[in-house]
């Protein structure tokens, strides 16, 4: 059974960091792209990174790019998203999901091409 579980959320103040992490039982890992997406309330899921099978390519969405950096550990089956500069609109549940098809730039934002979500962890930034 697929799992991705999601961790390192939390109370931070703003211009604090975070990191957080996915661990994904994925098999093999390295066959999947893998992005953030975060969901605040009231609002739809909207994408933040996404990140190719090998790591080599990534995509950041304008209004995280330079603050938020995806990454990804294939030995670890971890995909990572580390948090800097963070500011209250940054406040929603933060979701890890998983796609069997290739990364590109074009389909990278797309919830549907997912196949697999977390439970999400929740970032809360105050102001």
């Known amino acids: 059974q697929v799992q991705l579980v999601e961790s390192g959320g939390g109370l931070v103040q703003a211009g604090g960091s975070l990191s957080l992490s996915c661990a994904a039982s994925i098999h093999p890992f390295s066959r999947f792209s893998m992005a953030w997406f975060r969901q605040a309330p009231g609002k739809e899921r909207e994408f933040v990174a996404a990140?190719?099978?090998?790591?080599?390519?990534?995509l950041h969405e304008d209004s995280v790019k330079g603050r938020f950096t995806i990454s990804r550990d294939n030995a670890r089956n971890t995909v990572f998203l580390q948090m800097n500069d963070l500011k209250s609109e940054d406040t929603a549940v933060y979701y890890c999901?998983?796609?069997?098809?290739?990364?590109?730039?074009?389909?990278?934002?797309?919830?549907?091409?997912?196949?697999?979500w977390g439970q999400g962890t929740q970032v809360t930034v105050s102001s």
């Open positions: 990140i190719s099978r090998s790591g080599e390519n990534t």
């Open positions: 999901a998983a796609a069997a098809l290739s990364f590109t730039t074009d389909t990278a934002r797309g919830l549907r091409e997912y196949d697999y």
